[in-house]
């Protein structure tokens, strides 16, 4: 299976549990990797035969950004959902993190993966 990746891509929303997490805004990471065959993208060099990583991008901080999840497992949930409803899709690994979240790390989160029609309802 082949695979396209969004890497470090950067939004600010409301995310965590804590009320003072509540009022602004914080960053947001965000990684992505899509799994579909892109064959047919290759031997073509047609965009039409391949999957906009702009139209994931775009759909990912919006998400983020208007959201307002309590955990990053919840957002990483959203994501993955929102990509596995876009064509050709087969599975999606989705990373999310709070960077400078604990006083002792860089950044904290949660990476998960998801397959076309093992969601849960």
């Given amino acids: 299976m082949d695979k396209i ?3 470090d891509l950067v939004a600010r929303g409301i995310i965590g549990v804590n009320e003072w997490e509540r009022e602004k805004p914080q960053e947001i990471l965000i990684n992505i990797t899509l799994f579909a ?6 031997e073509s060099d047609d ?4 999957i906009s990583y702009k139209t994931i991008a775009k759909k990912a901080l ?10 990053v497992e919840a957002l990483a949930t959203d994501i993955a959902k ?26 904290v989160g949660v990476e998960i993966e998801r397959i076309r029609g093992d969601q849960h309802p």
Avoid: M, N, W, Y
């Fill in 62 to 71: 919006t998400q983020a950004e208007s959201a307002k999840r309590f955990t």
């Fill in 82 to 107: 929102l990509c596995l409803d876009e064509p050709g899709i087969a599975r999606v690994q989705v990373r999310v993190e709070k960077p400078h979240a604990s006083r002792f790390a860089r950044s």
């Fill in 37 to 42: 065959d892109l064959q047919l993208a290759g």
């Fill in 5 to 7: 990746f969004i890497t």
């Fill in 47 to 50: 965009i039409h035969h391949t």
